[in-house]
Nanobody, 123 residues
Framework: QVQLVESGGGLVQAGGSLRLSCAAS????????LGWFRQAPGKEREFVAA????????YYADSVKGRATISRDNAKNTVYLQMNSLKFEDTAVYYC????????????????WGQGTQVTVSS
């Protein structure tokens, strides 16, 4: 079964940290790049970070660069997003996504999505 399941969201104070996890099916973890996107209320979904299938190529949006770390553990079928120095504007639903690298970076036409996990940063 093709599946992505996020966890780790919650309420955190500004300046705090959070680690999001995304459990992927074997089918996905073995074939695709993985990424994180987010969507704030009233805004379009935006790219946050991506990591290639082997983990050798990593990309970040400028808005999180220096504060976010994406990683994957293929043995555990899991991709992580560590977010530090959280800001109010990081409040959003965070989605895990899987597809070929170019598609993830383009952000459109992505084949696989998780259900999302809410991150709320209090100011």
């Amino acid at each position: 079964q093709v599946q992505l399941v996020e966890s780790g969201g919650g309420l955190v104070q500004a300046g705090g940290s959070l680690r999001l996890s995304c459990a992927a099916s074997e089918y996905i973890i073995s074939r695709y790049s993985l990424g994180w996107f987010r969507q704030a209320p009233g805004k379009e979904r935006e790219f946050v970070a991506a990591i290639s299938r082997g983990g050798g190529n990593i990309y970040y949006a400028d808005s999180v660069k220096g504060r976010a770390t994406i990683s994957r553990d293929n043995a555990k079928n899991t991709v992580y997003l560590q977010m530090n120095s959280l800001k109010f504007e990081d409040t959003a639903v965070y989605y895990c996504a899987a597809d070929y690298r170019s598609t993830i970076l383009r952000g459109t036409g992505v084949a696989y999505w998780g259900q999302g996990t809410q991150v709320t940063v209090s100011s």
